[in-house]
């Protein structure tokens, strides 16, 4: 791996942390992370230390698993209503109208 290319991606993880990289950065970033252990403990080094100053990621993770629980009582709602539904149908269809 070329020392240019070390230096070039510890010149961009604060960027790359902070997501301010464009997507062909980052692919670049991420290829090197792959042959370069150097490079990723620095970056998992860097990443620990801004989640414990500013805490944004374990909020933002924890946000994210609530919509999506959010999202499932939602499907789980409208299942259990389409359910109740074809019951009801299902019951006036075999015993007649009520
Ligand atoms: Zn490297």
Redesign the pocket.
């Known amino acids: ?1 070329s020392k240019f ?2 230096e070039l ?1 510890n010149d961009l993880l604060p960027s790359y942390i902070e997501k301010k990289t464009s997507s062909q950065t980052n692919q670049f970033i991420e290829e ?1 992370f792959r042959s ?1 252990d ?2 990723r403990e620095l970056y998992e080094a860097m990443i620990e230390e801004v989640s414990i100053k500013n805490q944004p990621m374990p909020y933002k993770k924890k946000f994210r698993i609530n919509s999506i629980g959010k999202m499932i009582l939602i499907v789980l709602g409208y299942l259990a209503v389409v359910i109740i539904g074809l019951v009801v149908f299902t019951y006036i269809m075999t015993n007649g109208v009520i």
Request: net charge negative; proline share 0%.
């Open positions: 791996m290319e070390c991606v090197h370069c150097e490079c």
